[in-house]
């Protein structure tokens, strides 16, 4: 008799064991459907052994092997292991997390074309087109890289805006299909970049080139999973669930703009790609490449201390091109009407009378953040969250930007009856209003979440752009990421100091990656460029240092705030997270939970719990407890035991879990 050990996506820690006389050890990897409770689920056979610990009577037989796609590699199987004790989930959640949606349900996949063996096997790049003589720092980049091309090491890529990465890891890439290899590239947005794909494509025409990213169809998704797994994909081009593409052949991790705070995932299993991209390196013993204009303190920091090799492109590498002069305007003595200060409108209007383009950058979508009565002091809050409901007043409505609930602009003042309602603050649209008015003959462009909603509209407006039919654009963050406008040489930040003295530590460091890269947008081609940065604390660091495109010099300073209040990356933190519908059960649980704790916890500190920042969440109330240690190991190690402990507190009516290496408050 057969056993399988399967493992499935629920949060106990065991795997489970069914009788199942067909299978053999080629089966392990495979998915697998099963009994489970009343239901059959699908689940992944880890083991197939010839006894079980339970008596055979007792156990089910599995139903069915599901063969329609390749086993799960071993090594595939041991990186989802790491990540089950790392981020303290059970296997089977891990692996049902990782897996794209379409294979998560035991539909067979209905066969497509595969490509032979041979064809996987041939190195697919035709010599490609060099283009550039690269830059003496982009060759000893890549010198560096590929002297190591067969064995672990991280590489931090970091260079200014236009200093020629992308060039970097193309030409690395095209040195790994050529020994017949796989590559792996994660990027924070794929929805964003559409550019780079048609980049990969024309710079390796006889590719096959796999994207994998949320927002594609189900069995688009599937079929570039296969085709990554069968080896016949050689680049796999992907946002943060892309780390998890089976790859057999891997050669390359590329990690672009490693800093950014979409790598992690904060729902479900919470990982953090750029690491588990690390671990994943680590294992097949290959190189990992991270870039960035403004790296992560945690990877600026394993840098300095030498465990990553730090490779600098230090100018842009264009030799038309330079890195724009950022100029402050102090709107303590420059007045700004509608948001948009005297220099800065000057500025404006030049690049209009040259028919050059100007992007004017705000990360607040709305009209405006809130709607308040001056008579009695109501503002408009949301029912459901502990936020404020932001005017939208095309669409005459109030809307959270936290749980989506909308309501109509009301006429009067829900307290009072006052009439007189002001919206208060400013949003794009606002400030898109305000710039028809000031410039009646320019076309004014705004992107945010709400003009971008749909696929491809985002593509289109690039396209607008691109063919000159915009003279200003206004937009959130979504116009600051990887892509340049030939024709804009000039970028204003219009209100930035909210940001300034957030109570997230992590917040001047993203901000600085943030005003950085959306400053590097300006004047790529021949033209110099120019930011204005409006501002009520020109002397403060983050914007001095921004003047300089001194990441460097602010890393330091932040760095050494950070250890001085022992923040990460000088300690490292678990986030114990609970969910119900008064704070004080949520809270309550968490006091449980700390009286819990392991007593052996040298070196291991438990926090008080406290309200998360945005109390309430769609009608939960949110509490949380942080737990820091000075050694990842010993972290590991407290919260290993300590989970087990969670499991077993009765608090029905609370949602809990677990959150390492957290990122947000
Ligand atoms: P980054 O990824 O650092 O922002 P890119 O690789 O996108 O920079 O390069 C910026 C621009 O410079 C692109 O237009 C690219 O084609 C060009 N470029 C890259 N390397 C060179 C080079 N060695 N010589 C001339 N132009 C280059
Ligand atoms: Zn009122
Ligand atoms: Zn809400």
Redesign the pocket.
């Known amino acids: 008799m057969k056993f399988l050990r399967v493992a499935i996506d629920v949060p106990l820690p065991q795997l489970f064991d069914y009788r199942c006389d067909e299978a053999a050890t080629e089966d392990i990897g495979c998915r697998v459907l099963v009994p489970f409770g009343r239901k059959k689920v699908v689940g992944v056979i880890v083991e197939v052994v010839a006894r079980s610990d339970h008596s055979a009577d007792k156990l089910r037989s599995a139903e069915r092997i599901l063969r329609d796609v390749l086993p799960l590699s071993a090594e595939w199987i041991e990186l989802a292991r790491f990540c089950s004790g790392y981020y303290q989930r059970s296997l089977g959640e891990v692996m049902l997390a990782a897996l794209p949606p379409r294979l998560r349900n035991a539909r067979p996949l209905r066969a497509t074309k595969q490509k032979s063996d041979d064809d996987a096997a041939r190195p697919a790049a035709p010599p490609f087109v060099e283009?550039?003589?690269?830059?003496a720092e982009?060759l000893r980049a890549i010198d560096s890289i590929s002297a190591s091309a067969q064995a672990f090491g991280v590489f931090l890529l970091f260079?200014?805006?236009?200093?020629?990465?992308?060039?970097?890891y193309?030409r690395l890439i095209a040195g790994v299909l050529a020994r017949g290899a796989q590559a792996l590239v994660l990027v924070p947005e794929i929805a964003l970049t559409p550019a780079l794909q048609t980049a990969f494509r024309e710079r390796f025409p006889g590719a096959t080139i796999v994207v994998q990213h949320s927002a594609m169809a189900e069995g688009a998704r599937a079929r570039g999973w296969i085709e990554a797994q069968s080896g016949s994909a050689q680049i796999v081009l992907g946002t943060r669930l892309a780390v998890f593409a089976p790859l057999p052949r891997l050669g390359l991790l590329v990690v672009?703009e490693e800093q950014d705070p979409s790598f992690k995932q904060q729902e479900s299993l919470r990982y953090s790609a750029r690491d588990v991209a690390i671990v994943r390196a680590r294992a097949a013993g290959i190189p990992i490449v991270l870039?960035s204009?403004t790296p992560s303190l945690e990877s600026w920091r394993h840098a300095q201390a030498g465990r990553y090799a730090l490779l600098r492109?230090s100018r842009?590498?264009?030799?038309d091109?330079a890195l724009p002069e950022v100029r402050m305007v102090d709107t303590r003595t420059d007045a700004s009407r509608d948001g948009i200060s005297g220099p800065l409108a000057q500025a404006i209007g030049e690049r209009l009378a040259r028919s050059e383009q100007t992007l004017i950058f705000l990360n607040r979508r709305g009209y405006a953040p809130v709607l308040s009565c001056a008579k009695c002091g109501w503002i408009s809050g949301c029912k459901r969250c502990s936020a404020r409901l932001v005017v939208h007043l095309k669409d005459r409505e109030l809307r959270c930007h936290h749980c989506g609930d909308a309501a109509r602009i009301p006429r009067a003042c829900p307290e009072c009856g006052n009439l007189d309602l002001q919206p208060v603050g400013r949003g794009t649209q606002r400030l898109e209003a305000s710039l028809a008015e000031r410039f009646p003959r320019a076309r004014i462009l705004r992107m945010d979440r709400d003009t971008v909603r749909h696929r491809g509209s985002l593509e289109a407006m690039f396209a607008r752009i691109e063919a000159g039919e915009a003279d200003i654009l206004v937009g959130t963050q979504i116009l600051a990421k990887?892509h340049?406008f030939e024709n804009l040489t000039l970028v204003g930040v219009v209100d930035a100091d909210a940001g300034l003295y957030a109570a997230d530590y992590r917040a001047p460091e993203r901000m600085f990656a943030q005003l950085e890269q959306v400053s590097?947008r300006a004047g790529?081609a021949g033209v110099p460029g120019e930011v204005i940065l409006q501002t009520r604390y020109p002397n403060h660091p983050l914007y001095q240092a921004l003047v300089r495109h001194d990441f460097e010099g602010y890393a330091q300073i932040l760095l050494d705030e950070r250890r001085q209040a022992e923040f990460p990356p000088y300690v490292f933190e678990a986030a114990l997270r609970a969910e119900a519908l008064g704070i004080d059960v949520a809270l309550g649980f968490l006091r449980a939970a700390a009286t819990r704790a392991p007593s052996e916890r040298d070196g291991v500190t438990v926090y008080d719990p406290s309200p998360m920042m945005l109390e309430r969440l769609a009608g939960r109330a949110r509490a949380q407890l942080i737990v820091q240690a000075h050694s990842r190991v010993r972290l590991q190690l407290f919260l290993r035991e300590w989970r087990a402990e969670l499991a077993s507190i009765r608090a029905p009516a609370v949602r809990w879990h677990l959150d390492v290496d957290p990122t947000e408050f």
Not at 159 to 168: H, L
């Open positions: 283009r550039h003589r690269l830059t982009q260079g200014v805006t236009g200093s020629g990465k992308t060039e970097v193309l672009d870039c204009a492109l842009r590498a264009r030799a091109s990887g340049h590097g790529r």
